[in-house]
């Protein structure tokens, strides 16, 4: 493997990480309130949530551009109040990923909330433990293969996201280089052999992830 | 025990749960049939559940004062809760479950609730190091009553805690109930559809149906004591020392 194949690997890896790490607090507790919570809204919520998965994610990618632009609304605020500037730059890549990733973690976790028996921690809560010692003593350990299966899909899913990264974060060599935005550039250069070698390198970290994540789903359904 | 429930009603699927009562006894006997409203009497006991309108206060203490809002929270409530399943954490092991409550409740004032004490009379102490999935019906109940107790509760409420053991289980795990009760001077409410569990263990029992209390009394006057559960209680519980 070449040195740039490193290179790109090693950031696009450290995006998907960066990403799943952003994404697992929020994704966490959406999960647990569409889980354990009824409230006013939740259905449009729900369907917000949801919506990445089903629209173009080019057309999400624009959307995030238009917000996070300098003359969008968050972008234009992050600018001139802490003089961050997003798209454009790897953290462009990290909030598309991120993004586009946050349906299937929320989804993945709400089910495996869903498995815990509220008995039990309706118990827990007889026993002296407040809401928040039930979630991490009981809740969370009960759902923890489920959780972890839901991050590893996140992980995958930023591993190959292409759509609104592309939108949002350009293809800057050495800045914003995935690994499917370089597959994508190298086909357009007419590069193949050097983009067969990061589809294969693509199709094993997708591998790996998407087969560790289902024997975390077949451990959480025992 | 003073337990005071006064003017409760709690909507529930099919009828609104209504219940004025004055509960003094050692063992109370909740008695009907399924679906009568007696797992939501105890989860609103519990505070698991929040009744519209009512009161419902333990030994001079407010637990749940609908008109002025108030309802603890069950982690500040100090009663015990076994459902019919146990809930054991099937992640925990049999002593990090029996422990779970010790450092909320665990009062210094009551050894009678240390944990050597309890496991010995619940037989608890070889089955400590073990996983819950290794355990029979019968020692996950056992574990269940012993966790409860640990946490030292001003209540133990019970909900058909032998309902899901077979007759030969049920047999071994009454007299357990029956030293709980003897033992540990914890007042308790007991769930059951048997008549036979409320003449064995209950000093006073009301009859629920459909969310009303339509008999109340000792449950000698209510039901006829069947011959074989004197002999079921007559066998003590052998105690073992813990591990």
């Known amino acids: 493997m070449s040195p740039a194949a490193w290179q790109i690997t090693w950031f696009t890896a450290w995006v998907a990480v960066v990403s799943t790490l952003c994404i697992l607090p929020p994704g966490l507790a ?16 729900e369907t917000l949530v949801a919506l990445p998965l089903v629209i173009p994610p080019v057309a999400t990618g624009l959307l995030l551009l238009k917000l996070l632009g300098r003359r969008g609304v968050i972008g234009h605020w992050l600018e001139t109040s802490l003089g961050l500037e997003i798209v454009f730059t790897w953290k462009a890549v990290v909030v598309a990923t991120a993004v586009m990733s ?5 989804r993945t976790a709400r089910v495996a909330f869903e498995s815990v028996n509220p008995r039990v921690e309706h118990v827990a809560r007889t026993l002296g433990a407040g809401p928040w010692r039930v979630f991490w003593t009981i809740t969370l350990p009960l759902a923890r293969s489920g959780v972890i299966a839901g991050a590893v899909l996140a992980f995958a899913r930023a591993l190959g996201e292409f759509g609104a990264t592309v939108m949002v974060a350009g293809f800057i060599p050495g800045k914003t280089e995935t690994l499917s935005l370089s597959i994508y550039h190298l086909v357009q250069l007419g590069r193949d052999g050097e983009a067969l070698g990061l589809l294969v390198i693509s199709v094993a970290l997708a591998f790996g992830a998407v087969w560790f994540s289902e024997r975390m789903l077949r451990r959480a359904r025992a | 025990m003073n337990l005071e429930i006064s003017g409760l009603r709690l909507p529930l699927a099919a009828f609104v749960l209504e219940l004025d009562a004055t509960l003094q006894s050692r063992v109370t006997g909740l008695f009907g049939a399924s679906g ?9 006991i519990a505070g698991l559940r929040r009744p519209t309108a009512g009161r419902i206060s333990l030994d001079g203490a407010m637990l749940t004062d609908a008109p002025a809002r108030t309802f603890r929270p069950p982690e500040t409530r100090g009663i015990g809760y ?20 010790q450092r909320v409740h665990g009062p210094a004032d009551r050894p009678g609730l240390a944990y050597a004490h309890v496991v010995e009379v619940l037989n608890l102490g070889a089955l400590a190091p073990r996983r819950i999935s290794s355990l029979s019906g019968g020692e996950k109940q056992r574990v269940a009553f012993g966790r409860a107790l640990l946490a030292g509760p001003r209540l133990l409420l019970l909900d058909e805690p032998l309902a899901s053991l077979d007759t030969a289980l049920k047999d071994q795990i009454l007299p357990y109930l029956a030293t709980i009760r003897d033992e540990f001077g914890i007042p308790m409410l007991l769930v059951s559809h048997s008549a036979d569990e409320m003449v064995a263990l209950c000093d006073e029992v009301l009859v629920l149906e459909a969310g009303r209390c339509v008999r109340r009394g000792p449950p000698g006057e209510l039901f ?3 011959p074989r559960l004197h002999h079921v209680l007559a066998k003590p519980v052998e105690r073992t020392s813990s591990a």
């Open chain 1, 102 to 106: 946050f349906p299937l973690l929320v």
């Open chain 1, 30 to 45: 959406l999960a647990w309130l569409l889980a354990r919570r009824d409230w006013p809204g939740k259905s449009v919520v």
């Open chain 2, 82 to 101: 076994v459902p019919q399943d146990g809930a054991l954490f099937t992640h925990l092991s049999v002593r990090e479950n029996l422990c779970y409550g």
């Open chain 2, 36 to 44: 009568a409203g007696k797992t939501c009497l105890l989860e609103a």
């Open chain 2, 224 to 226: 006829r004591p069947s």
